[in-house]
């Protein structure tokens, strides 16, 4: 059974700070990860995909991936109360098809 | 494009009575979806199709669950009779070589 765990929160960050989310990964033979971002009430987003070992930054969002300890983390700078949402982690599976498995989420609160 | 479309938004029904969710994917996409999220379990993969073929039901929880795809456009899934721990919210998402995309979801409540 492949398995992506995430701390639930909330995990509240003041606005203008870095906010850390994690997440941790069974299937050592994956090859993608993804982050979506879920406001409440709609439907998941995504927003950053990574897929080699490192950091991957886009905008104030940087992802990070260490596929020894089967890690991936998503940061973002300087965060805004807009940012406040669920944040879920996916893993793709280790035959590279499409079929990711889903973490929990992670509810992150950026309070003004 | 429209993106991936969900019908209906939301729906009130009563235990025992049949329930059909509707979804478009993206014209293109060659693979299709079928998610139900609860706040106890998260997301939850129920199906997926490729080319309008099942290819993997493990996730459907019961008999009373089951999904078509009649065409590259359009699928359903079926509850019958539905129960009142089958509320959740139902999304349905495709992918192709331009990316993966969720619909807005059916929010499914039974009484």
């Known amino acids: 059974q492949k398995e992506v765990e995430q701390n639930s929160g909330p995990l509240s960050v003041p606005e203008g700070a870095i906010a850390s989310l994690n997440c941790t990964y069974s299937?050592?033979?994956?090859?993608?990860f993804f982050w979506y971002r879920q406001y409440s009430g709609k439907s998941p987003e995504l927003i950053m995909s990574i897929y080699s070992n490192g950091d991957k930054e886009d905008g104030r969002f940087t992802a990070q991936l260490n596929k020894a300890s089967q890690y991936v983390s998503l940061l973002i700078r300087d965060s805004q109360p807009s940012d406040s949402a669920t944040y879920l982690c996916?893993?793709?599976?280790?035959?590279?098809?499409?079929?990711?498995?889903f973490g929990r989420g992670t509810s992150l609160i950026v309070h003004p | 494009d429209a993106g991936v479309i969900q019908s209906p938004r939301h729906e009130v029904t009563e235990m025992g009575q049949e329930v059909t969710l509707r979804c478009k994917p993206i014209?293109?996409?060659?693979?299709l979806f079928w998610y139900r999220q609860t706040m106890m379990r998260g997301l939850e993969l129920l199906i997926y199709?490729?080319?309008?073929?099942?290819?993997?039901d493990s996730g459907m929880p019961e008999d009373r669950f089951s999904a078509k795809m009649p065409n590259a456009s359009f699928s359903t899934l079926k509850i019958q009779p539905s129960e009142p721990r089958d509320s959740a919210v139902y999304f349905c998402a495709s992918a192709g070589v331009s990316g993966y995309t969720f619909g807005s979801g059916t929010r499914l409540t039974v009484v």
């Open positions: 299937d050592r033979g994956s090859q993608s």
């Open positions: 014209s293109g996409h060659d693979y």
């Open positions: 996916a893993v793709g599976s280790s035959g590279g098809s499409y079929i990711p498995t």
């Open positions: 199709f490729n080319n309008n073929v099942p290819i993997d």
